[in-house]
């Protein structure tokens, strides 16, 4: 369980991705040599190892390729030319009760096995995650933990999170009282107690289209109904479609993920936020935002959440550990607002408490200072991931396909070309060992049905990009038909 | 953080209950003059401390008395009778709406400042619990988890520690699969899992009166009704009374505790928990049973479940490690027989997946074998302290009071004089730093208005004396009113 050697790869990773942004703009074209290795050396004080790294990884890439004894030139696009963004969906009207299909958790079982292509997973690679640093942090807080805290802990949950938790909160200008925070076994039970307390059987809730299925299953655990809206693959829910049901049907609440949202990987503007927060006051609905891949931004900051633009107490906002620190950990919070103590006590009710441990051992790592260290690091690996795979999908995927680079997170959203089926997809890749997330899973009417999303939770390598070749092939080898699918999920 | 000396209290507290149980059967009676120290040391050969400690503890309890150079004497219980059975309760017929109220969530809150006697807390003192073991348990556990684990293990959870479960079960001479049992964030969330895997708002559903408070919470937060059944504070619930509710009243599942009942700690003889898996069986009602207090029996053996004689996985079985080994883990499971794959899924869908690092302690402990040494134990200090506090009552409180020794757990019902107003007695008890469950947090009607649930979680001492002989004067000094209480909760 050794942490990942952070410093080396984090370099060549930086050059390429330097590289790539130069061919990218135009810079470099097609054609172009790059600098030598011995210059490129000497210009940037870097190793020629280091060096060969980035190059070898542009070339499993297919940015450039290796003249023999002449160096490396920058590729050529096939086909020359950028592939479309996915476009907008166009949901049926009306709310809609939800039915989530066996085939869902197939689906999931499928992404877990370790021989597979991880395309599929919900997850980023645990080898990503300061598990040896947490595991430290495990060890020296349970020693100093004392009897009477297993119980006395039981419910509050371990206060000195709650502080470290409000305090992020607080570096982003979010003035998070400490006892709004709701500890929550992940995100997960956070979003499933934020809807318990603002809608009932049988009322109707706004999600995005597409949207993640978590929201759905939620939805048709608690027996509501889900009115979807179109959601733009780049800046998030439309706003104008949003306020007409809020008047026509009347919802109890929006459940939404403002920032890289899963599918889409969308980045709600933060005047759009702003917007969409006056809009729900105006009506008094209140917005449970799923905010947990905020943490994985470009750039110099995360993005502000909807919450910030909050002075209602409207805005329940669910995040948690597990997709940038310790996804095995299963800690995560709610900040719910005017509804704190509501959802506290459905916390209560329904598992009274967190594990006491686990809760310890992240307030130990969080105290200790290493965690935005760690965080910078999965950055910077997330966006060469994300940049890897979204290159690969644009160079080998048949024309027809749409796809758009996400700003964050580390999922890729991709239109197959018209009337090919992802559900059939799905099932050629896993005979071909890779997995993948088809489109009907994010939809209470089964659409999206020639969409995919992939994940880029991995390091880059050959295997991966055989993988997106070998699904590249798939689709342009799959029928294509123009009436829906016959296996809709 | 050390364990508690186990070798050394249980010696003496197991001299002191020896001679407790000849007191009972009336071997030794009041006037009679227990064997001298000498002669006591010689025949058991136990050190003079060790009997001093014995009968400094039963003069702490009132059950024997010092004379000078005479040495100790049985004596005479105050009044010289035995106080009488709790009745059992006669609740309303049909079915209810759950509410509960406010004053419930500070009435737990107020059990858990560490400067309170405990008489209110749910939990035994978490000095009982090997938490030393544990968490070297976690230290090692941890070193051995591999990265992959923190996301393969999402969702089925720890393989190992299902399968430690599983060989428990077997132990009893049941045949749960491994694949049956589904982790959990402690009992409570596996029953509220259950219920929402057998009923829907609107739903009646059978449970006991008096019966736990969580039964009820869960009740409300999915909307269900709740039809009370009279239930024996010796033999849990009335099986011709239960029949006729399934009758007229057609419930969706009954939620029975039937090993130690909370409150009542009533244990259901195995004859009748058949009968009642029987009459399920006929009525095709599944029965959630809550079993987390199983393991702290008197005796040879733990009490056979009822799901010990359900042939058609109509019982959903719900146990945890919180109220036997490690309370701030927070780790439970359910066995849910034919709605297995349906609770799993609820799991996923609400909270995805148990934290890995705790369960793959727990799994490591219970391989290393040290569990059933720390279950005797614990069961024997519980053991103690429950005669003790039953004792204490029976002696200090009242006449009109009625109290049953309970068969095994760690709580005591205890039936005030009528008139007596156990909300008012909470808030006086309180004034004195003392806290106590007052019996209309067991009943959806707010009843058992004259009714306390007394917790025995701590090693007895002169405090925990004092406490019960404080609680016993405020009892006496209590107004009497037979109109119902005017402050019900």
Chains 1, 2 share one sequence.
Request: proline letters at 7%; glycine letters at 6%; a positive charge.
């Amino acid at each position: 369980m050794r942490d990942r050697p952070t410093v080396a790869s984090t370099r060549y990773e930086l050059l390429a991705r330097e590289l790539e942004q130069q061919i990218a703009a135009g810079v470099l074209r097609p054609g172009d040599r790059l600098p030598s290795v011995r210059q490129t050396c000497a210009s940037r004080g870097l190793s020629p190892s280091t060096v060969f790294q980035a190059y070898y990884l542009l070339e499993s890439r297919g940015l450039v390729r290796a003249a023999p004894r002449s160096g490396y030139f920058v590729a050529a696009r096939p086909g020359g030319v950028l592939l479309a963004e996915p476009q907008t969906s166009e949901p049926q009207s009306g709310s809609q009760a939800v039915e989530v299909n066996d085939l869902i958790y197939a689906i999931l079982g499928s992404a877990r096995a370790r021989d597979i292509v991880p395309f599929g997973s919900a997850f980023p690679s645990p080898t990503l995650f300061p598990l040896d640093r947490l595991r430290r942090a495990l060890v020296s807080s349970t020693r100093r933990l004392e009897p009477w805290n297993m119980v006395e802990d039981l419910p509050p949950g371990n206060l000195r999170l709650k502080r470290e938790i409000a305090k992020r909160y607080l570096r982003q200008g979010l003035a998070i009282a400490t006892d709004e925070i709701v500890l929550t076994h992940g995100a997960m039970e956070a979003l499933n107690l934020c809807l318990n307390a603002v809608a009932r059987a049988g009322d109707a809730v706004v999600v995005e289209s597409p949207t993640f299925y978590v929201a759905l299953q939620a939805l048709q655990r608690l027996g509501l109904r889900a009115i979807e809206v179109p959601t733009h693959c780049r800046e998030g829910i439309d706003l104008g479609r949003l306020e007409q049901v809020i008047e026509l049907y009347r919802p109890k609440a929006c459940w939404l993920m403002t920032t890289f949202q899963n599918p889409l990987g969308s980045l709600m503007p933060e005047t759009k936020k702003r917007d969409l927060v006056a809009l729900l006051a105006r009506h008094d609905l209140p917005l449970i935002e799923d905010d947990v891949y905020s943490e994985l931004y470009e750039g110099n900051a995360a993005p502000l959440p909807a919450k910030a633009y909050d002075r209602r107490g409207l805005v329940l906002h669910c995040s948690s550990f597990s997709k940038c620190l310790a996804p095995g950990y299963r800690v995560g919070w709610a900040a719910p607002g005017q509804l704190a103590r509501e959802v506290e006590r459905l916390k209560l009710m329904t598992s009274l408490s967190g594990s006491i441990p686990v809760q310890a051992a992240l307030a130990e790592y969080l105290q200790e200072g290493g965690y935005d260290r760690h965080l910078r690091s999965l950055r910077q690996s997330l966006q060469v991931q994300r940049d890897s795979l979204f290159d690969a999908v644009s160079r080998h995927f048949p024309d027809g396909t749409r796809v758009v680079r996400p700003a964050g997170g580390y999922f890729v959203w991709v239109e197959l070309p018209v009337g090919v089926d992802a559900m059939a997809l799905h099932r050629a890749a896993l005979a071909q060992s890779i997995s993948l997330a088809p489109g009907p899973m994010f939809s209470p009417r089964a659409e999206f049905q020639n969409h995919i999303r992939l994940t880029c939770g991995q390091h880059w390598n050959e295997a991966l990009e055989r993988a997106t070749r070998t699904l590249a092939r798939l689709v342009n080898d799959a029928p294509r038909t123009d009436a829906p699918s016959q296996t809709p999920i």
